[in-house]
């Protein structure tokens, strides 16, 4: 079977922002249906793990933003497995335009969870050394991501029943919007996150409110910001990020 899996798109009109370029959630879910069909060719994806009461839990992201493509705009993912880091399974993504241009890399970490049992499951059973490339996309050993201290500002959210997912909880794309409509106005305006990590730490259902917190990190070179999200009611922490913008 192929160890790397490539899929084509092309950048639509309901994709893009004010500015005629991807919005990033579009991108994302451009790396995250190419995983889904490589999964499911390798016999790993949804519909086989489900009948054994197993499931994919996302992790870690960390994606690094090159050139945002333009309406129009056609563009090829590139995606294989990695590599393990003790329970962790490792995917890594590339993506580039059609003259070959690189435009975005990726790298992803994931727990391969017993539904029933609420751990994980042993992933060389799913996940054999044949099937994985000792190639990187993006090099991260997943080190922690700092704790938001005193955020500078907050928004609140509800779950929607469009953000959830085949597992019905909320999809993994949807917590990094969260995070970046916390910007402030003046930024969205004029910037765009280049470099996105991501560490998830808990699921959000349909109905709960969230909150969004946000505050700028002390950088010389870098428009930086951490995130938290947190479930509103239990303050719960969902997830923490942190969001480059150039």
Known sequence: MDKIHSKRYEVHYYEVDFAGKAHLLALLNYLQQA??????????GFVDLIKKNLAWILSRYHIKVVRYPVLGDKVEVSTWPSGKQGIFALRDFEMKDEEGHCLLVATTSWILLNLGKKQPARLEDFLPDRLTLDKRALPDNFLSLPQLE????EIYLRVLMKDLDL??????????????????EDILNAKRPIDIEVSYKAEAFYGEEVISR??????????AFLH???????????????????
């Open 35 to 44: 995983a889904a069909e490589h999964a499911a060719k390798l016999s790993f």
């Open 150 to 153: 005193n955020a500078e500002r």
């Open 214 to 223: 946000i505050q700028r990190q002390e950088s010389e070179q870098d428009l």
């Open 228 to 246: 938290q999200i947190v479930n509103r009611k239990t303050g719960a922490e969902l997830a923490r990020l942190r969001t480059v913008w150039g």
């Open 167 to 184: 597992n019905r909880h909320v999809n993994n794309v949807v917590y990094i919007q969260w995070a970046l409509e916390a910007a402030p």
